[in-house]
């Protein structure tokens, strides 16, 4: 069964600073894995997606994340964070079974940004 | 084009009462998930369907849950005789025929309180 274990239920960071948020998945299938971002009482937005082509993922606002498969991993980064990235940042993988499924979130990491 | 559209944003229930969630998929697409929010908790998958019919429902309490997405109108998710643990935040996401859950595009979320 598919698993998402994301390290970390709060990171803060300066602004500026480099912004790293892990997650690390479990799958017996090749995995769809997804980055959402959720701001206060808001719905969840989508940062990117692998889809087993490029394993280093361009999103909006700057994020990017690396797929290595050899340490199950879909980190998130941001060269320079800024003040506007605070939010809960939700990774997931996709439990593919056929061609529909659900996904599966991780609890969530909060992200603070400190002037 | 409008995104993923649910009502009422915030909704409160005396214990024993009915709540009906409501969700209007994008325009085009013919898929729906129903998720959950706990307090600290990532999203957990509740039940997928398409028009007319349920396709997985194995997130779903064995009681006092259902839900439906009829041929017209929105994707209703129903709970009877609501309990406190009931509270928390109800997500639907769309997605389009032929995607499946490789992108799922998130409304903004029924934050259910029960008194």
């Known amino acids: 069964a598919q698993s998402v274990t994301q390290l970390g239920s709060h990171v803060s960071v300066s602004e500026g600073a480099l912004v790293l948020l892990r997650c690390n998945y479990s799958s017996s299938v090749p995995p769809y894995l997804f980055w959402y971002v959720q701001y206060p009482n808001q719905g969840l937005q989508l940062l990117l997606k692998?889809?087993?082509?490029?394993?280093l993922v361009k999103g909006i606002n700057g994020f990017e994340a690396e797929f290595k498969k050899s340490e199950t991993s879909f980190h998130l980064t941001k060269p320079s964070a800024h003040m506007s990235d605070a939010a809960e940042y939700f990774c997931?993988?996709?439990?593919?079974?056929?061609?529909?499924?659900?996904?599966?979130f991780g609890k969530g990491t909060k992200l603070s940004v400190k002037p | 084009n409008a995104g993923v559209m649910q009502n009422p944003r915030h909704l409160v229930r005396r214990r024993g009462q009915e709540a009906r969630l409501r969700c209007s998929p994008m325009?085009?697409?013919?898929?729906v998930y129903w998720y959950r929010q706990l307090p600290e908790e990532g999203l957990k998958f509740m039940v997928y369907l398409q028009k007319e019919n349920i396709i997985d429902e194995s997130g779903m309490p064995k009681e006092r849950f259902s839900a439906e997405f009829p041929k017209e109108g929105p994707s209703i998710l129903r709970i009877q005789q609501v309990v406190r643990g009931d509270s928390a935040a109800y997500f639907c996401a769309s997605s389009p025929p032929s995607a499946g859950s490789d992108t799922q595009y998130f409304g903004p979320g029924t934050r259910l309180t029960v008194l």
């Open positions: 325009k085009g697409h013919s898929h």
């Open positions: 997931a993988v996709s439990d593919r079974r056929g061609s529909q499924g659900n996904l599966i």
């Open positions: 692998y889809t087993t082509r490029a394993t």
